[in-house]
């Protein structure tokens, strides 16, 4: 789906198909040179991960190995719920492995945090954070996120495997979705 095809739904238009490309081959080649000998465990987080995930793996020159989780976060609203809860785990030991956790946005950074106490709990390696978004909230609670996509600002957005109410997550691209369609 391009954005074209949804353009009335959106109130702004923040970053194209080419711009979000772009950006994540410059944080593979970051990724590249960090894990040069590591052969990291991307882990991502389903279901807005997936877009993130697919783009960076692929743009990795380096071996990587991938696994995923889904936790509990947005529900079909726009507003954080605070609730955080394991609906799957991964399937793979990260006991000395070198941990990427791969997210689709950061907001609050509220599942961020229980979930590197979550997986630092279980010795891996080292754990670093991969986001594709970022927002001004996340900034405030200094939330760490050593690869980061794009700083956002605080509008509920959709595309590039984030969603409303399940739909856009197909979306190419990203962008704000407008007050009309959800109030
Ligand atoms: P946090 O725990 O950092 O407040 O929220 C993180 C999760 O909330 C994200 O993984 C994402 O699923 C959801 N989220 C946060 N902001 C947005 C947004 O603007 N749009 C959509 N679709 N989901 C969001």
Redesign the pocket.
Known sequence: MKLDDVRADLSAVLFTEEHIETRIGELAAQIDQDYADKSPLLVG?LN?AVMVMADLSRALSIHCEMDWMAIS??GSGVA?SGVVRILKDMNTSIVDRHVLIV??????????SYLIENLKSRNPASIEVCAGFR?PE?VRNHVSVKYLGFDIPSD???GYG???AGRYRNLRGLGILSPKVYS
């Open positions: 987080i807005g976060s947005y954080s997210e689709d946005i950061v907001d609050t950074g509220l599942t961020l927002k996340a509920f957005v959709v984030l969603d409303y």
